[in-house]
C-alpha cells in the first residue's frame, strides 16, 4: 500500500535579513506583530521563536529605559478612562491595570504582579503602545 | 565490473569486497584477502545472521538501502574496522553491498587515551582548584576584616578567574565524556521552570556587576520533562553565561519557557535564551554548534573560552531527544531556542497526561 507524502512545510524566510530590515524601518512593535502573523504560517520554525523573542527582549528593553527606570510611575491615559470600550484587553492586561493607581512605580508593579518580571513589563510596554497608560517622564 | 576497474579496485590498498546479504562474497581485492584471508566468510556468517529480533551488522547496510551512504563501526576479530557502503548492487535475486574496510583501531585507541588522559588531568585540576576557590569565600566573607580597598578587589578577580577557571575545566571534563561516549543523562522528572530559575539566580551577580538586566520570563503551566536537572541547568547556564560575554552594559538577557501544544496536549517546552547583544554575523549562525567553533565577534567581558561551551548545549538538547536552534540579529540580538520534548505517559482510559508542575 502506497502512502501520500506528508506535506512539506514551506522553506522559511531569510528571517535575520526579514526582521533587521523591518525593525529598522517600521519599529519595533509591527515588527513584533508581523512575526506574530508569521508564526501562524510557520508554527515549527524554531529560529521564528528566537526572532520574536529577540524584539520581545528589544520592547522591554525599550520600556526600562525610560529616564526614571524602575521609579517611573504608570498612569491610566485620559483616553482609556473615557473610552474604556475602545481596548480589548485579555486577562493579563485588565490585571496590571486594574494595579495602576497612579501611585505604584514600576518597581512596586513588579513585586504586586503575579506575572514573572519579563512578562509583566512586556505587557506594561503593550498597553503604553496601546495608549492605555502612559509613563510621564 | 568491467576488468579495468576490477584492476583499479585491486591495486587498492583499501580492503573491499562486494557482499550479499547472507553474507556471501561475491568480489574481494587482495587488500581484503590479506587483511581477512578465509577467515572472513566465518565472521559475516555471523554478521550477517538475525537473532532474537537482533541484527547482525551487515544486515544494517541493506535496512535503509535507499540512503546513499552509510556507515558503521564494527569489531571484526578484536579489531575496530569503519565499515563505509560504496554502492548498492540490486538484482532480481538478490542484493550485494560494495563495502569498503577502513582498520580504525590505531585511531579508537588513542582517541581513548586521549579522553582517559583529559579526564585524568581534568579531575587532579578540579580539587586544587575548589580548595583556592574556597579559601577565597572565606576571606572575602569575613565581616569586619579590615581589607585594604585594593586587596578586596584583587582578591574578587582572583574569585571571578577561579570561577571562570571551574568552567573551563567542567567544560573539558563534559567533552571528554561526550567523547568517550560516557555522557549519561539520568531520567528524572524535572521542573523545568525551576531550572531556568536556578540557572538565573546563579548568574544574577555576575549579570548585576556588568549592569545587565537578567530575567525570566515563563508562565505557570511549564509542565515537567523527563531528563537530568543537572544537564540542563548547565545547558542553560552555558547560553546564559555566554550572552552575559556579548552584551554591553545596560543591556538585557532573558531567559524563557513556553509550552507548544497540539490542542491541549502540551508537546514540548521552548526554552529560550534572548539577549540584547552584538548579534553574529550570518555566516558564523550555522556553525556555532560545532566544537572549537568561537564567535568572529569578541568578548565584551575579555577571556576567552573552550569554545566547547554551545557544543555542550547541543549534546545536552539532542541526548533530551530535543533540538536546538539559533537566531541572530547584528547589532539587536542573539535568541538561543531550545525545544525539549514532554514525557506523555497513557492512562487507563486510552487518553494522555503530561507530568504536570505544580
Known amino acids: 500500500m502506497s502512502s501520500l507524502p506528508s506535506p512539506k512545510a514551506p522553506p522559511s524566510p531569510d528571517w535575520s535579513r526579514l526582521v533587521g530590515d523591518s525593525l529598522r524601518q ?76 497612579g501611585r505604584f512605580d514600576l518597581q512596586k508593579l513588579l513585586i504586586l504582579s503575579p506575572f514573572d518580571t519579563f512578562t509583566t513589563l512586556f505587557t506594561l510596554a503593550k498597553l503604553t503602545y496601546e495608549r492605555a497608560i502612559t509613563v510621564p517622564q | 565490473m568491467n576488468k579495468m576497474a576490477i584492476a583499479l579496485v585491486d591495486r587498492l590498498s583499501t580492503p573491499i569486497a562486494v557482499i550479499t546479504e547472507t553474507g556471501l562474497i561475491e568480489y574481494r581485492n587482495t587488500a581484503f584477502q590479506q587483511a581477512f584471508g578465509d577467515d572472513a566468510s566465518h565472521w559475516l556468517k ?24 552509510k556507515t558503521l563501526d564494527v569489531e571484526i576479530e578484536g579489531r575496530v574496522y569503519r565499515v563505509d557502503r560504496i554502492m548498492m548492487i540490486a538484482r532480481e535475486e538478490s542484493r550485494a553491498a560494495a563495502l569498503s574496510f577502513d582498520d580504525v583501531t590505531a585511531q579508537r585507541e588513542m582517541e581513548q587515551a586521549k579522553s582517559d588522559f583529559t579526564s585524568m588531568v581534568v579531575h587532579d585540576l578540579r580539587g586544587p582548584l575548589s580548595g ?160 572549537y567553533k568561537q564567535s568572529g565577534n569578541k568578548s565584551l567581558r575579555g577571556g576567552g573560552g573552550t569554545g566547547l561551551g554551545l557544543y555542550i548545549v547541543k549534546q545536552i538538547v539532542e541526548a533530551h531527544g530535543g533540538e536546538i536552534s539559533v537566531a541572530s540579529i547584528e547589532g539587536v540580538g542573539t535568541s538561543m531556542v531550545l525545544r525539549l520534548p514532554v514525557k506523555r505517559t497513557a492512562t487507563a482510559s486510552g487518553g494522555w497526561t503530561a507530568i504536570q508542575d505544580r
Do not use: C
Open chain 2, 46 to 69: 555471523d554478521a550477517s545472521r538475525a537473532l532474537a529480533g537482533e541484527r547482525g551488522w551487515l544486515q544494517g547496510f541493506f535496512v535503509d538501502a535507499e540512503e546513499e551512504h
Open chain 1, 26 to 101: 517600521n519599529g519595533v512593535w509591527h515588527t513584533f506583530l508581523k512575526l506574530m502573523e508569521a508564526a501562524k504560517a510557520y508554527p515549527n520554525d524554531l529560529s521564528l521563536r528566537g526572532y520574536i523573542e529577540i524584539v520581545r527582549n528589544a520592547i522591554v528593553r525599550d520600556f526600562v529605559a525610560h529616564p526614571k527606570g524602575m521609579q517611573a510611575v504608570p498612569k491610566l491615559s485620559a483616553e482609556f478612562l473615557t473610552n474604556f470600550d475602545r481596548f480589548n484587553l485579555n486577562a493579563q492586561e485588565g490585571y496590571l491595570v486594574s494595579l495602576i493607581d
Open chain 2, 132 to 291: 583556592i576557590q574556597g579559601t577565597l569565600e572565606f576571606v572575602l566573607s569575613q565581616e569586619g576584616t579590615r581589607l585594604d580597598a585594593m586587596y578586596t578587589d584583587l582578591l574578587n578577580e582572583a574569585q571571578r578567574e577561579s570561577e571562570r577557571m571551574m568552567g573551563l575545566i567542567n567544560e573539558l571534563l563534559d567533552f571528554s565524556k561526550i567523547e568517550s561516549g560516557n555522557f549519561v543523562v539520568e531520567k528524572e522528572p524535572v521542573r523545568v521552570a525551576g531550572v531556568l530559575k536556578r540557572a538565573v539566580r546563579s548568574l544574577q551577580t555576575v549579570a548585576a556587576r556588568d549592569e545587565i538586566f537578567l530575567v525570566s520570563a515563563h508562565g505557570r503551566d511549564v509542565p515537567m520533562i523527563i531528563g537530568s536537572v543537572e544537564k540542563l541547568t548547565q545547558a542553560v547556564i552555558n547560553l546564559v553565561s555566554n550572552s552575559l560575554k556579548f552584551t554591553p552594559k545596560k543591556g538585557m538577557i532573558s531567559v524563557g519557557a513556553q509550552v507548544v501544544r497540539n490542542g491541549d496536549v502540551p508537546e514540548a517546552i521552548v526554552v529560550t535564551v534572548t539577549d540584547s547583544g552584538m548579534g553574529i554575523k550570518a555566516d558564523e549562525l550555522a556553525q556555532i554548534w560545532e566544537k
